[in-house]
């Protein structure tokens, strides 16, 4: 059995840790929140932007220029969103496990070659690919100190260029999408070349099946100037830029979740941990106790004799 001074540290110690998890719980709480406000006002904007899109290519435009033709994916351009900070749980490892993974199987010949392209946006996630000696790497960690559209416009407008200069043929885009406090759910998708059909997530679908039940639905008709054409070239790069930033925002609150979830558990486990140990302090004193009244005893005893 430990000695009563070990317990004791061991006590001081735990009090000491749950103080700082129980306070790094409600930072991240304080957090969440407006990280949480910004991606819900954030998803309507998107979602309508993905539906007049949707709806100008299912009115007739032949094609979505340069960014829809499919093209061998000889060079590949992988995004991948961490944080700056630990101590969130699965949050970080569940992407780079993604992002290797895609390295190893589906772009395995690309990265042999030197053709894959690593942004990493978030300090974990680059500092994990630069020990790992990946190459083509490039780093955006300042993002995450201020979370703006104008930094995630200015890194899409890279890339689109790169594109555009048959740099890369194929980006793909790896994050944690926020759904509450306590799920986090791991994405990756594909954001060039563009798809005609932007992906819908199963509430979408879900509500198309409802109204489809309901009797044929009536799209929204609308005048398009100057041209439809036009507008496809001028609304696709915007198109892109909004969803590199909701991936950001939605990220950016999922990091938060995750943190407060880990920290709610660490401040448990401690507490939990404060029980036993104290649990052993007390059976180690009360032993300490009994020795000393049986020395007592037993000095008298041979006093007596």
């Not at 709480?29 to 990280?35: F, G, M, T, Y």
């Not at 932007?49 to 060079?75: C, T």
């Not at 030197?114 to 942004?119: E, F, S």
Request: proline share 3%; glycine share 6%; net charge positive.
């Amino acid at each position: 059995m430990p000695s009563l001074k070990e317990v004791r540290n061991r006590i001081s110690s735990t009090i000491g840790t749950q103080q700082i998890t129980s306070a790094m719980k409600m930072v991240s709480a304080s957090k969440l929140r407006r990280a949480q406000d910004a991606i819900i006002a954030m998803r309507p904007f998107s979602e309508k932007l993905d539906e007049i899109l949707e709806n100008l290519l299912d009115s007739g435009v032949s094609s979505v220029g340069d960014f829809g033709k499919p093209r061998p994916a000889g060079k590949v351009t992988l995004i991948v969103l961490t944080s700056n900070r630990g101590l969130c749980g699965g949050f970080n490892s569940s992407v780079i496990k993604s992002a290797v993974q895609l390295l190893n199987t589906r772009y395995s010949e690309q990265a042999k070659k030197g053709n894959v392209n690593l942004i990493c946006i978030g300090k974990k996630g680059a500092d994990f690919f630069r020990k790992s000696n990946a190459r083509n790497l490039s780093a955006h960690n300042h993002l995450w100190d201020k979370l703006t559209y104008a930094g995630a416009a200015e890194i899409m407008e890279g890339v689109i260029k790169d594109y555009a200069a048959g740099e890369t043929d194929k980006v793909e885009i790896i994050y944690n999408q926020f759904k509450n406090a306590a799920t986090q759910i791991l994405s990756t998708e594909q954001i060039l070349p563009f798809e005609n059909a932007p992906a819908k997530n199963e509430a979408k679908q879900g509500k198309a099946k409802a109204s489809a039940a309901l009797g044929p639905s009536s799209k929204s008709d609308y005048i398009f100037e100057p041209g439809k054409e036009e507008i496809i070239r001028e609304i696709i790069p915007y198109s892109l830029k909004v969803r590199l930033f909701r991936s950001l925002l939605d990220s950016f609150a999922a990091e938060h979740g995750a943190r407060m979830t880990a920290m709610h558990k660490a401040t448990d486990n401690a507490q939990e941990l404060l029980r036993n140990l104290r649990l052993t302090y007390n059976k180690a004193r009360q032993a300490a106790i009994t020795k000393e009244i049986l020395e007592i005893v037993g000095g008298a005893e041979a006093i007596k004799n």
